[in-house]
């Protein structure tokens, strides 16, 4: 339900970079205080409605080895209170007035969100700058939160076997970058996490020039500017810390890992690091990646042609890049296959559509596909406040100008079927690639055998009187 | 897949009841409705802010009219509907689609089938989307190859789901919350098996046919367009009798309690009571009841006792299903497997206080404020709408619901809806599915060895 990780698959990332704040927007939508916040408004008056979305430019990225998870913890905290809404106060307040609020983490930022009637714009600015600010949380409250953070990863992570997969894939591929380690952190990282932990990453990164506020919907800017300046203008900019670029050697081989886990279908994922998008107007290689990533995944992609519906060897087969972070870029694809064909079969299917892309390149006929499906899914997504709020906040604190949301299909035209075959010759070769495997292991006697059934669960349940 | 049957409201209504400045106020979307010549429902919300349309069509399709034995039926046949037409095969429909910047999508529920398509409103762009639709509609030919290999894929997808906690909680407890209904039917491997290519075309034949199927449409595009579109859409589906609704649950629920044994390091527990359909006179009072209980999140009871106060869980909550015939009332929460004894007693005992008590005059309050206060933010976007007008249409919510609901909220009382909450949930009845417990140190005093 809340206080959740947010993970932007990276199918998703294309999309996301595809899909648009207001065309052209007014200068006077954007303003940055003295203190050093940025402030977006994006103007929506179709329903009487807004979203208030305040992103921290700090991620699992910043954490050091030791205390991973602790962005994803001071999440949680900031809903423990403040000396004016004690704790667990900010979510009722909210839904008393008919909204919701939560907040999510990601590698590159923190962020908290309200979704609320437009007349209650100022509360939630009032309670967002008060906890930007004061946040005072008990010893207690923490070692109760950090008992459902741990459930949280048992839920999300340790009883999900692709979730394992994904997590492992990303401890391989990455060495030096801080990517190696999970959003949610390892589980003995978190057992060993402090409220003063918690209490000094937020002294040290919670600050209004460190973050971003962004407001959509039914408001006007210069209304809500006049009320960020009554409610955030008062805080004090603060040092920030160094940030470090930890850049990732080149890989020097193949990696190879194996996944044992209890589950019934093996999974093959495969990662390749490659360059995310720094300088949105000059870089190409991003935009070539995108594409590549696009003409080989979904309904018309090669993948689905060839290993689904074609040689039959996948039940599902999907490629993404994940190229909006500050960190290196990543790669993936993810498939698994049909019952009776092997893990080694379903490699060398992938290995061959990807070197069928290296060796023969992509038609201009695939790429205007998945052009004319992004200009779509641009206009489609302004049917969306809340995700045109989210766009905002991912490039803003990403330190790229939020304007490149808008102009994703122009920089999307400008990559040739030669590009694409570049960046896939370039980045995709099997010595750079790191491949990990989801091999099922039996559920333990006593639990249900993989293959149970025909009709309802037998042999496994015992009822009792209640 | 079940929807968030929580209500919604117009947001013009709710301005006029809290009184808001109208000046400002986005003109409110108003619902249009009529039946086609072939006797399909259609609910239409003109919207032109966007250059968008959306199409929902429901049909009385979804998994608990699947055949006993053939579990697995009706979700086959919306994944399968675009495999083929006489003039398309899956590949060149997919692309065609793809070509025209459509998005179309398809799932089933335990009632519903729902196909739906986004498409941009310029002619050059909708009318290839929407001739596609109908063509798929009209004629679908669920090729044999197509269909073995989303076979395979279900059987796949199947065994993936029956290795987890949640999917082995599922199959423990809705055959046992309905038993000899079609709710309670779950799919198989054995059930999936048995479906043949020509189950698909016969089931299709009967249940998406013109008559009884709801037809939504927001978006941009005016009365008469509407109206020619619905006509069209309505005209390629298969001619009949409208289908069989279905009928009444015949057996009551069996109580108890199972255990499951899994490796996971969490135990999930399902709880669930005989809850309640669309229409029910109680609909609004236990709605609300819900909210306070564990509907509401930070909120809710639940989430403030076994969470916020003692980090047992990451999630736990409670709903009610109102669906065509009474759906279930159920808890779901995931513990360490080592606390799921002491979740579970917790859970069973702020269940039992709410039921002897009810919310108090505060918590009745905050729940109000929350579910009629919160109705704009369910309607604020096309999606939303379409969404909205999809359930009022296949549930037959009355003309004026989106009025009468959030005033029905306002003015519950405090005795109403602890009666409600005292004649409809009877905890001494409660189904409890326990996955991967450790039995040892997980049983209530008395009920496991």
Redesign the interface.
């Known amino acids: 339900m809340s206080r959740s990780i947010l993970l932007v698959s990276a199918v998703c990332a294309l999309l996301l970079s595809g899909l648009p704040a207001a065309a052209a927007a007014p200068a006077e939508h954007t303003l940055t205080l003295p203190n050093g916040l940025r402030i977006v408004v994006h103007e929506d008056h179709r329903a009487p409605t807004a979203v208030v979305q305040v992103w921290y430019r700090v991620g699992s990225i910043d954490e050091s080895d030791g205390t991973s998870g602790l962005a994803h913890v001071l999440e949680h905290m900031m809903f423990k209170g403040t000396p004016s809404v004690p704790a667990g106060a900010f979510s009722k307040t909210i839904a008393r007035v008919g909204g919701r609020d939560n907040a999510f983490t990601g590698t590159e930022h923190t962020a908290y969100f309200e979704q609320i009637h437009r007349d209650q714009l100022e509360l939630a600015l009032r309670m967002e700058a008060d906890r930007m600010a004061n946040l005072s949380f008990r010893d207690s409250d923490f070692a109760s939160e950090i008992k459902v953070v741990m459930e949280e990863r048992r839920l999300r992570t340790d009883d999900q076997p692709r979730a394992m997969l994904d997590e492992q894939l990303a401890a391989t591929v990455f060495q030096s970058n801080p990517y190696r380690r999970p959003v949610v952190g390892w589980m003995d990282d978190l057992q060993h996490l402090t409220a003063n932990d918690a209490r000094d990453w937020y002294h040290r990164w919670y600050a209004p020039n460190n973050a971003c506020l962004v407001v959509a919907g039914d408001v006007q800017a210069a209304e809500v500017f006049r009320l960020a300046r009554r409610h955030f203008g008062p805080l004090a900019r603060r040092p920030l810390p160094p940030r470090r670029p930890q850049l990732e050697a080149e890989p020097l081989g193949a990696r190879r890992i194996v996944v044992k886990v209890p589950a019934t279908v093996p999974v093959l994922a495969i990662g390749w690091p490659a360059p995310a998008l720094r300088d949105a107007e000059r870089d190409w290689q991003p935009y070539a990646l995108d594409l590549l990533a696009a003409v080989l995944a979904g309904d018309t992609g090669r993948f689905a042609d060839q290993l689904v519906r074609g040689r039959q060897v996948a039940v599902s087969a999907d490629a993404g890049f994940d190229d909006l972070r500050r960190g290196p870029g990543l790669f993936t694809v993810e498939a698994a296959p049909v019952a009776g064909h092997s893990i080694a079969e379903l490699e060398q299917a992938v290995l061959d559509e990807i070197r069928r892309v290296q060796d023969q390149g992509v038609s201009s006929e695939e790429l205007a596909r998945v052009r004319t499906q992004v200009v779509a899914a641009q206009v489609y997504g302004r049917d969306s406040v809340f995700f045109q709020a989210m766009q905002i906040g991912t490039y803003d604190t990403l330190g790229l100008p939020w304007q490149e949301v808008d102009r994703v299909p122009e920089r999307l035209a400008r990559i040739t079927p030669e590009q694409v075959q570049e960046v896939a010759r370039r980045y995709l070769q099997p010595d750079r690639s790191t491949v990990a495997v989801l091999d099922p292991q039996p559920l333990p006697a006593g639990a249900p055998a993989p293959d149970p059934l025909a009709g309802p669960v037998r042999g496994l349940e015992n009822h009792h009187a209640p | 897949m079940r929807r968030d049957a929580c209500a919604l409201v117009l ?1 013009l209504a709710l ?1 006029a009841l809290l009184a ?1 400045p109208a000046s ?3 003109a409110a979307p108003v619902l249009q409705q009529w039946t086609t010549s072939q006797g399909s429902h259609v609910l239409f919300i003109e ?1 032109h ?4 349309i959306d199409v929902e069509i429901d049909f009385h399709a979804g998994s608990a009219y699947d055949p006993p034995g053939k579990e697995g039926l009706a979700a086959l046949v919306i994944d399968n509907l675009n495999d083929g037409t006489p003039q398309h095969d ?2 060149a429909l ?2 065609a689609f ?6 179309l999508a398809g799932q089933a529920d335990a009632d519903r089938a729902s196909l739906t398509l ?1 498409t ?1 409103s310029s002619a050059a ?1 909708r009318e290839p989307a929407l001739d596609l639709l109908c063509e798929l509609l009209h004629a679908p030919t669920f090729p044999q190859p ?1 269909f073995e ?1 989303e076979r ?2 279900s ?6 789901a ?4 949640d999917g ?1 909680a599922d ?2 407890f809705y ?1 046992r919350m309905f038993p000899g209904h079609g709710y309670g039917r ?1 799919p ?3 059930s999936l098996q048995a479906i043949a290519r020509d189950d698909l075309a016969l089931f299709w034949s009967t249940r998406y046919r013109a008559a009884g199927a709801v037809i939504s449409l927001v978006g941009d595009l005016d009365r008469t367009a509407a109206q020619a579109l619905a006509e069209r859409l309505s005209a390629a589906l298969p001619a009949g009798a409208a289908p069989d609704p279905l009928p009444p649950q015949s057996q009551p629920m069996v ?12 135990a999930h527990l399902l709880l669930g009571l005989p809850g309640f359909a669309f229409g029910d006179p109680d609909y609004v009072a236990l709605m609300v009841a819900n909210y306070v209980l564990g509907g ?4 809710s009871r639940l ?2 006792e076994v ?9 736990v ?1 409670s709903q009610f299903v109102p669906q065509a015939q009474p759906g279930a009332f159920e808890i779901s929460l ?3 497997r080592d606390q799921a004894a002491q979740a579970l007693a917790l859970v069973r005992k702020v269940l039992d206080d709410f039921v002897a008590h009810g919310p108090t005059a505060a918590e009745l309050k ?1 729940a109000q ?9 369910r ?5 939303k709408l379409l969404a909205f007008a999809a359930m009022m249409g296949f549930y037959h919510l009355p003309d004026d619901w989106m009025q009468a609901y959030p005033r029905a909220i306002r003015t519950l009382t405090l005795a109403q809806v602890r009666d409600a909450v005292r004649r409809r949930l009877h905890p ?1 009845q ?1 189904l ?1 599915v326990v996955v991967a417990g450790s039995p040892a140190a997980d049983a209530p005093a008395g ?2 060895q």
């Open positions: 947001p301005a808001l400002a106020a986005p919207e802010a966007l250059p968008m899956e590949q997919a692309r793809a070509d025209a910047g459509a998005q986004r941009l762009q197509a290999r395979t894929r059987l796949s997808g199947l065994r993936e029956l290795a987890q906690p082995l199959q423990a055959p779950q198989g491997e054995a109580p108890g309690r199972i255990d499951i044994a899994h490796p996971a390091e969490q509401g999140g930070f909120s989430t403030e969470r916020e106060k003692r980090g047992l869980v990451y999630n909550n995931q513990t360490r905050a404020q929350n579910l009629a206060g919160g109705f704009p933010l309607l604020d976007s096309n999606r001494d409660l409890t009920a496991v």
